[in-house]
């Protein structure tokens, strides 16, 4: 029998069978399970759904407390085995990874709009990679089904404002990283997948791929994968085995996308062969492979971790752009295409018909790209150089996108960046 209760009247040793309220607004990552702790308890009655299924039949309440729990003027029955009739209960659906149905309109959000609604799809998603992780540790299958939808929560807000979600998941603690890296490649792998104009039903699956893909770091000890100081060789093997042994944990689990178990085992790999596990190089390597290795970095360099501290946006693709054999070069530039930050000396378009070079960073976070402007497009002429901020909430003046300095006959590119970069600014312009 399935009982219609408030979240308040839920106890230890209910079964919840699912919520009546959208996904996002319960915090448990699956809507099947048994009540057993007090904290479970604590995060139902918090949440802000309207009521919690209960399957009478599956609870183990203690002994006499059944009648008391389960009282006939609070519940609403319905023949366990049944759906429910209500509106927005939470069904268990068949493995998609297919595009929102029309009626799924998503409208686009303002940055702050946006911001509050990622807090919250961050936190609920950091607590389902937390279970995940503990149900991999005891050797459960991984359920697709279940972490599809997490991967879709995160795409639709990228698809209200990407900046959002993309500039708040990269501010996490270092005793967070480990799960919340997870979410942010997630965020990175679909805002660029996007940004390629992929399939969505692509799409969906490398968002699944990244919150799937360091899921052999289970293998790994605590001690080893927090260490703040140089890896012994022995751990160094650890570290390096949990490519395969992720692969081999999710290949035992039914419905788990090619792209998740390719880039679970290849994000480590490097364009000239010098990755593992594999040593694969160059054509051998897949594009989701590629964008694997790409969004895993981006997100390890920007965060705060033990053994060293984060890396602005600039500062990072800065680097990366200069790790010859690492990456691929032409699909690194679109990927920071896909985030609107450039490295350092990227020429750029701007909205005001002007040209620029991308300075640095600025802003608490490191959010705000720097461009020196330096070039009037309209007069064909070099000007004064200034620079301009462009904050990620900023609509104008923005930068438009990456220029060509071949097209627009800048010969001697690196002197001319060099001087421009080196002038005195003769005022800061604000966005």
């Known amino acids: 029998m399935l009982l219609h209760l408030k979240p308040e009247q839920v106890e ?37 759904v309207t009521a919690v299924i209960v399957d009478r039949g599956r609870s183990r309440m203690e002994p006499g407390a059944s009648e ?38 998503i409208r686009p959000a303002t940055y702050a709009q946006e911001r509050r609604r990622a807090e919250r799809i961050i936190a609920k998603s950091r ?22 939808p997490l991967a879709q929560a995160v795409g639709d807000s990228i698809a209200r404002h990407s900046r959002a979600m993309i500039n708040l998941v990269r501010l996490k603690q270092k005793d967070e990283y480990t799960y919340l890296h997870s979410v942010a490649v997630c965020a990175l792998m ?7 104009k992929l399939d969505e039903a692509e799409v969906q699956q490398l968002g699944v791929a990244g ?47 090619a792209a998740a178990l390719e880039i679970c085992l290849r994000h480590h790999e490097k364009m000239d062969g010098t990755g593992y596990p594999g040593g694969l190089a160059g054509e051998e390597l897949s594009l989701y492979a590629r964008m694997g290795a790409i969004c895993d970095v981006y997100d390890a360099v920007t965060s705060d971790r033990p053994y060293k501290a984060a890396w ?20 690194l530039d679109r990927f920071a295409d896909s985030l609107g930050i450039f490295p350092i000396g990227t020429l750029v378009t701007l909205s005001t018909g002007m040209l620029g070079i991308v300075a640095g960073s600025a802003g608490q976070n490191g959010e705000v790209v720097v461009v020196r402007v330096f070039f009037d497009c309209d007069l064909l002429a070099e000007c004064p150089p200034f620079d301009c901020e462009f904050a990620p909430t900023a609509r104008e003046p923005r930068i438009v996108g990456r220029a060509s300095h071949k097209f627009w006959r800048f010969d001697d590119w690196p002197a001319l960046v060099a001087r421009v970069l080196a002038a005195v600014p003769t005022a800061d312009v604000a966005p």
């Not at 607590?127 to 599809?148: C, N």
């Open 12 to 48: 230890i040793g209910m079964f919840v069978d699912g919520f009546d309220g959208r996904w996002i607004d319960h915090p448990f990552w699956r809507s099947r399970f048994l009540i057993e702790t007090a904290d479970q308890l604590a995060r139902i009655r918090e949440a802000e």
């Open 312 to 331: 602005t946006p600039c500062e990072a693709l800065t680097a990366m752009q200069s790790w010859s054999g690492h990456f691929d070069p032409p699909l």
């Open 190 to 196: 679909i805002n660029f997948a996007r940004h390629l």
């Open 211 to 257: 919150l799937l893909h360091d899921v052999g770091k289970v293998a790994i000890a605590d001690d080893v994968l927090l260490k703040p100081g140089k890896l012994t060789v022995r751990e160094r093997a650890s570290v390096e085995g949990h490519p395969e042994a992720g692969h081999a944990f999710l290949v035992q689990s039914p419905d788990i996308p």
């Open 127 to 148: 607590r389902a990679v937390i279970d995940l992780f503990e149900s991999a540790r005891l050797g459960r299958a991984v359920d697709a089904q279940k972490i599809a």
């Open 68 to 105: 008391e729990a389960f009282p006939v003027e609070r519940r609403t029955a319905v023949p366990s085995g049944m759906t429910p009739p209500y509106r927005g209960v939470e069904r268990r659906r068949a493995m998609t990874f297919a595009p929102p149905p029309n009626d799924r309109a």
